[in-house]
């Protein structure tokens, strides 16, 4: 497997140049002008195209069992989705239900990972606080490079943490060398808003929105980085969707606090009006937190801008209409949250923010590639296009143009909450570690071939190795 692409305009977090890329087995070889080809090397023209490392997708949940169902990509259509909109790597969390082990759940998301074509690592939740946990933390971190965990700060009952755990998970994950995400919205607030709404035969999915009001996540998103500053522990809010929160995380950044952001684009480009479809139709956008209102959407591309947040990932958590999302017909609270975008990830962000001038090419490889990358330790060998690196590319035609749809998607889903965007860009040609993986709009990939990659602790530095 060995690849010479000609004249592609390669882009980085950095730089935007044009030069030719030798891969060689696996690993991108050399980056010159007019580079020597050897014999046996594929010759491809990249002129009129960019050149890009793979997408990183900080945040999905494939076959996730929550709320009474499973979400309903897994490891294998999710990767092909991804690899077909331009991703090549991503992190799943590993989801404990309260009194489970963190080890056993561990093995059990292994086992259903075997059927990914690219790399992945993983995001461990936290989900109690008990001796058990306590001591398996270090073993996720040491045993597994597994250096994330997440706490979930809403979903009272059921995943949702108090403050006096999220100090214990906070000083622990501290202390064995990992860092924490954080879903920040008032899980107290939000449980009792949602059932009062439903006491009073507010059952609709408007109201599934109006219990997480923006407040609340700003609430949470504050006392979540107060909490992390007191335990001396970097924090990575996840899924921002509103001004009061971004003020909260810029303001932490503006102290030199070691704070991040990630929005997705759903959230930058979907408004709250959905939930006022006609039938059950708002359903199919019931995520949490909420999709709020327009002048949202333009805080968070200011802030995607100023780097207030660093990352878009996708929270990819699909769930079909039929037989999935229609369980909470009645009710919203049964309705599964979640919905799809590691396909159409790469190119929403460049059509709406290259393409409409929000941000430029470096800045969207930077929010969709290194960053997620840097932050979460996977970086150089993944995110960027260096010597020595893993040859995660993607050729992307910066003219062709397409209509997101459930027709010709390559998630599970039965509908697509992007359905008739219409988008500019798009990848030609996606190598996963120097394999071909798709071509002009077919996955070539091989299912399986993806490797959990294991992480440094946090401070060493190190990089990532397979499992
Ligand atoms: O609604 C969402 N976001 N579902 C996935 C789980 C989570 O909270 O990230
Ligand atoms: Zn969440
Ligand atoms: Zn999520």
Request: hydrophobic share 40%; with cysteine.
């Amino acid at each position: 497997m060995s690849v010479v692409i000609r004249d592609a305009e390669i882009v980085t977090a950095s730089d935007i140049y044009r030069a030719d890329v030798r891969v060689q087995d696996e690993r991108i070889a050399a980056i010159g002008e007019d580079i020597r080809a050897e014999s046996g090397d594929e010759i491809v023209d990249g002129s009129d195209r960019l050149l890009i490392p793979g997408g990183i997708d900080p945040h999905v949940h494939m076959a996730l069992p929550f709320m009474g169902t499973v979400s309903i990509d897994d490891m294998e259509s999710g990767t092909k989705a991804a690899i077909m909109g331009g991703t090549t790597g991503l992190i799943d969390f590993v989801i404990p239900s309260k009194g489970d082990s963190l080890l056993e759940t561990l093995d059990a998301w292994k086992a259903k990972s075997d059927g990914a074509s690219h790399d992945y690592t993983f995001h461990m939740a936290v989900v109690d606080w008990d001796e058990r946990i306590a001591s398996e933390i270090p073993r996720v971190v040491h045993d597994h490079g597994i250096t994330s965990f997440k706490i979930f700060m809403a979903y009272k009952g059921t995943l949702g943490v108090d403050d006096e755990q999220i100090f214990h998970i906070l000083e622990a994950t501290r202390d064995a060398g990992a860092m924490v995400n954080a879903h920040a919205v008032n899980g107290d607030v939000q449980f009792l808003l949602a059932n009062r709404f439903a006491e009073e035969g507010k059952t609709g999915p408007p109201f599934h929105a109006l219990a997480q009001p923006p407040r609340a996540e700003g609430e949470a998103t504050g006392r979540m980085i107060d909490l992390a500053a007191i335990a001396g522990q970097e924090v990575y809010i996840v899924h921002v969707t509103c001004d009061d929160a971004i003020e909260r995380i810029a303001a932490a950044r503006a102290r030199g606090e070691r704070v991040w952001g990630e929005t997705c684009p759903q959230y930058l480009l979907l408004d709250d009006s959905v939930y006022d479809l006609p039938g059950f139709e708002g359903g199919k956008y019931v995520l949490s937190p909420p999709l709020r209102k327009k002048e949202d959407q333009e805080a968070l591309w200011n802030a995607l801008r100023t780097d207030q947040i660093s990352v878009v990932g996708t929270d990819h958590c699909a769930f079909s209409f039929k037989g999935q999302k229609e369980m909470g017909r009645d009710d919203f609270r049964l309705i599964p949250n979640g919905l799809l975008g590691i396909e159409e990830r790469m190119a929403l962000m460049y059509t709406h923010g290259v393409r409409e001038g929000r941000i430029d090419a470096s800045r969207w490889v930077e929010l969709c590639c290194t960053n997620p990358a840097k932050i979460f330790g996977l970086y150089p060998r993944k995110g960027t296009i260096a010597v020595g690196g893993d040859a995660d590319l993607v050729l992307w035609d910066p003219a062709a143009t397409n209509t997101i749809s459930a027709k010709t998607h390559h998630s599970k889903c039965d509908y697509n909450v992007f359905e008739g965007f219409e988008t500019v860009g798009a990848p030609t040609r996606v190598w996963v570690r120097g394999e071909l993986a798709a071509e002009d709009g077919k996955f070539v990939g091989t299912p399986g071939r993806g490797r959990q990659l294991k992480r440094a602790p946090r401070g060493v530095r190190r990089e990532p190795v397979t499992a």
